[in-house]
């Protein structure tokens, strides 16, 4: 098997598990292959946690990811890597030291570990009808849209799926304008505090 069957092999045994957990993507999932999109395509970019992004981004890096920029933030940081024709890969981790005792990265990861997706963003053209058509199917979301109407990028997160009484995953939603493919970090942050129950 060459190297990007390998990654494809990858990303698809992990997509599959991400669907499998989160009810607003499996239902967004349904609605695609409904109109023969599929999932796949619309897929923004990934995230993993971890407690080690070099050591958690070797596997895709084999694969033919890049490193590309690393975005600071109070309590944790992330790693984005890149491979043309795929989505771009969010690794996270808190701060090892007294920076990252806050952060709720470290309990999410000792309870779910780093093989899984914590959410995977899909693109859309525009975000308040996606969440209209979303929440007439049921779906919830958490917080409020991040980033302002008609800048580069605008984001939410579903209500997280969970597990044993602890969020799991997310769906998030991205909408991007001006070809802006990068990360926002006061945006992440509020995205990921957006999720804390």
Same mark, same amino acid.
């Given at each position: 098997?060459?190297?990007?069957?390998?990654?494809?092999?990858?990303?698809?045994?992990?997509?599959?598990?991400?669907?499998?957990?989160?009810?607003?993507?499996?239902?967004?999932?349904?609605?695609?292959?409904?109109?023969?999109?599929?999932?796949?395509?619309?897929?923004?970019?990934?995230?993993?946690?971890?407690?080690?992004?070099?050591?958690?981004?070797?596997?895709?890096?084999?694969?033919?990811?890049?490193?590309?920029?690393?975005?600071?933030?109070?309590?944790?940081?992330?790693?984005?890597? %890149?491979?043309? @024709? *795929?989505?771009?890969?969010?690794?996270? =981790? /808190?701060?090892?030291?007294? &920076?990252?005792?806050?952060?709720?990265?470290?309990?999410?990861?000792?309870?779910?570990?780093?093989?899984?997706?914590?959410?995977?963003?899909?693109?859309?053209?525009?975000?308040?009808?996606?969440?209209?058509?979303?929440?007439?199917?049921?779906?919830?979301?958490?917080?409020?849209?991040?980033?302002?109407?008609?800048?580069?990028?605008?984001?939410?997160?579903?209500?997280?799926?969970?597990?044993?009484?602890?969020?799991?995953?997310?769906?998030?939603?991205?909408? %991007?304008?001006? @070809? *802006?493919?990068?990360?926002?970090?006061? =945006? /992440?942050?509020?995205?990921? &505090?957006?999720?804390?129950?």
């Amino acid at each position: 098997m060459g190297q990007a069957a390998e990654l494809d092999a990858v990303i698809a045994r992990m997509t599959a598990d991400f669907l499998a957990q989160n009810s607003a993507a499996g239902m967004l999932r349904r609605a695609l292959d409904d109109i023969g999109v599929g999932f796949v395509p619309v897929m923004d970019h990934l995230t993993i946690r971890t407690m080690d992004i070099d050591h958690r981004a070797e596997e895709f890096i084999a694969l033919g990811y890049e490193y590309d920029e690393t975005i600071y933030y109070d309590d944790w940081y992330a790693k984005v890597f %890149r491979k043309a @024709g *795929y989505p771009a890969l969010f690794v996270d =981790q /808190a701060y090892p030291d007294a &920076r990252g005792q806050t952060s709720i990265i470290p309990r999410w990861v000792e309870k779910f570990g780093d093989r899984v997706f914590h959410h995977v963003a899909v693109r859309v053209e525009d975000i308040e009808q996606a969440i209209l058509k979303l929440k007439s199917k049921g779906v919830v979301f958490a917080g409020e849209i991040v980033g302002a109407r008609g800048g580069p990028l605008r984001q939410i997160f579903t209500a997280p799926e969970m597990i044993d009484g602890q969020p799991f995953s997310v769906l998030e939603l991205a909408e %991007r304008h001006q @070809g *802006y493919q990068g990360f926002l970090p006061p =945006q /992440a942050d509020s995205l990921m &505090r957006s999720t804390v129950r």
